[in-house]
């Protein structure tokens, strides 16, 4: 029996496929973005169709490089006008061919004997390698020199310059080069065209040193793909910018150069500089002027609206995320009733497991009762798992409620609510049921106050990664109701909020004396509140270890981590939805 021999993938010779033709109005492609492919084309592909962007300290080191050359020069001379002796240095120079489909800005153009040279300015020293620089640089600059060809100009080779050794490297435009640079034009044009994200690098040395790292997760989608080695710790660029809370009567918020200015109607201004700012969180009256509000806009700096009471209402932000692609997956899932339940079922059973967590953590009454309570929690976790319709869902998840809350009296340090300073009748931190608008009892305020701001940090987390809040799967569609960032928080609402308001009473951050009581409802007083929220924010800035990836990382990063793997999983990337469960 005769046995064919077929050669291997590394032998195969590849034969380039041509892009179709530009499109009408079709927006042309960046050299630069081609480097990207050349380098990953999963990060071009993230940059160019997905429209994600985040800086590192090497993008902000080539941004310093090029703060020269990015000034406006002579302008280039026409082909037929460039003499041959002439010694011409030409900055900053835009390019574009219809029929490459492609757009450059140059950073130097140099003419030597009748051609032109262009000159990219690399970062970083000059690579030891055979050709004396990356592919990536080389087809990038190799596409700079197609362009000046399209236009006429006689170019035979081109020079990257590194800034931090001062080398130039010169780069021949040959056959082999050229091809290379056009089949990459082609590449990432099909790519971007076929609406699929390429898989991630594995174990790549590229990967850490990425600027959208945290976005991708190669090594978290690759682990959960194959289970094998732990990913590496995420790297981003550590942001020492905190919300900004404004509660203060009638506050006005300002722009005064690159401070915001804070007054109010009797007391002193205060200046928070804007770079020390991640969001600006309005409660009750406060206003703020349009300037600082188009600012802010320009930033991407989110403004979000609460009532006095805390209740969320909304948020403003600027232009917000081009990832249209990832809404219409989030769309067609949400409009598919049997991915809606699917995804619905397993938020409402992490939520009870988280639920079970916090009992078994936490618990200060008798051991059998625990023991009774925590067995019921996993009974209707596993239920939960196998609900056949959204209606028998929500009532597994109110029966899981009821149960957990009959819980969180025995949750609270004993005799931790006795009146202060001689205020008779103010009650203890007593509590009997979970009830609200308006809360009745000093814990149900704090709860209700604190699904508030986690309701705020899931909506502004995941309008940032770029979906649409108020179209959700479990939590059905009302105006105003940011759908999706209830959905999404429904596991962490025992872990975040429920954790803080425990913490906040246990640890008498928050006291008896800190409320308001009028007609059936009861409101934390601003200094109360004022503890409460930076409680809250201590929280979010506490490190945990992934249960499933092994590293540690803060809850606020913890939340956009998760919400990316969302992304993926709706993207067709991952099988399954990770849910965060600690342990």
């Not at 450059?104 to 020293?125: H, I, N, Q, T």
């Not at 990038?140 to 130039?168: D, F, T």
Request: aromatic share 8%; hydrophobic share 40%; charged share 25%.
């Amino acid at each position: 029996m005769m046995k064919t021999l077929m050669p291997s993938d590394a032998q195969q010779a590849e034969l380039p496929l041509e892009a179709p033709p530009l499109p009408e109005g079709a927006p042309y492609l960046p050299a630069r973005m081609v480097n990207e492919y050349v380098y990953c084309p999963r990060l071009a592909y993230l940059e160019w169709v997905q429209g994600e962007w985040a800086e590192n300290e090497y993008t902000a080191e080539g941004a310093h490089v090029h703060r020269r050359v990015d000034r406006e020069g002579k302008p280039l001379p026409a082909a037929g006008e460039l003499r041959r002796e002439e010694g011409l240095k030409t900055r900053s120079v835009t390019l574009s061919s219809q029929r490459l489909g492609l757009i450059a800005k140059l950073d130097l153009v140099e003419s030597e004997g009748g051609f032109v040279v262009p000159v990219d300015y690399k970062r970083g020293k000059r690579p030891h390698v055979k050709s004396a620089a990356y592919q990536p640089e080389r087809v990038q600059l190799c596409l700079q020199g197609l362009l000046l060809q399209e236009h006429g100009y006689r170019c035979r080779e081109g020079v990257l310059y590194y800034a931090a050794s001062r080398e130039r490297v010169r780069v021949a435009f040959g056959e082999e080069l050229q091809t290379a640079a056009r089949a990459a034009i082609g590449g990432l044009r099909l790519m971007a065209d076929g609406g699929r994200i390429p898989p991630p690098l594995q174990d790549s040395p590229k990967c850490p040193k990425c600027s959208l790292v945290g976005i991708c997760l190669p090594d978290e989608v690759n682990h959960l793909h194959r289970k094998g080695a732990a990913p590496r710790s995420i790297t981003v660029r550590q942001d020492e910018a905190l919300p900004l809370y404004v509660q203060a009567n009638n506050a006005k918020l300002a722009k005064k150069g690159e401070t915001i200015v804070i007054t109010e109607e009797d007391g002193p201004a205060t200046t928070v500089r804007l770079i020390d700012v991640s969001q600006v969180v309005l409660m009750g009256n406060a206003r703020m002027t349009t300037p600082c509000l188009h600012e802010l806009m320009r930033r991407e700096i989110p403004v979000t609206w609460h009532s006095y009471g805390g209740w969320f209402l909304g948020h403003t932000a600027g232009l917000g995320h081009k990832n249209v692609e990832l809404r219409a997956k989030q769309y067609e899932a949400s409009f598919t009733p049997v991915a809606s339940l699917a995804i619905a079922r397993s938020l409402v059973e992490a939520k009870i497991r988280n639920s079970r967590t916090m009992v078994r953590r936490n618990w200060r009454g008798a051991a059998e009762d625990r023991e009774q309570k925590l067995k019921t929690l996993r009974w209707l976790a596993k239920r939960a798992r196998r609900a056949v319709d959204a209606d028998r869902l929500l009532g597994l998840e109110g029966e899981a409620a009821s149960v957990y809350f009959r819980c969180f009296s025995d949750l609270l340090k004993r005799g931790e609510g006795a009146p202060e300073n001689g205020e008779k009748d103010i009650p203890a931190f007593r509590f009997e049921r979970r009830n609200r608008r308006p809360p009745t009892d000093p814990v149900n305020a704090l709860l209700s106050f604190a699904y508030a701001l986690l309701t705020r940090t899931f909506a502004v987390a995941l309008s940032a990664i770029g979906f649409d809040v108020y179209r959700g799967f479990y939590h059905q569609p009302r105006y105003g109701r940011p759908s999706l960032a209830l959905d999404l928080m429904e596991p962490f609402r025992p872990i975040v909020a429920d954790s803080v308001v425990l913490q906040a009473i246990n640890n008498r951050e928050v006291k008896p004396g800190d409320f308001l009581y009028g007609g059936a409802g009861v409101a934390l007083k601003p200094a109360g509140r004022k503890r409460f929220i930076a409680a809250f924010e201590r929280r979010l800035a506490q490190e945990a270890t992934h249960p499933i990836f092994g590293y540690r990382v803060s809850m606020r990063r913890l939340i956009e981590v998760q919400g990316r793997l969302f992304g993926r999983f709706l993207m067709g990337e991952i099988k399954d939805f990770p849910h965060y469960l600690p342990r």
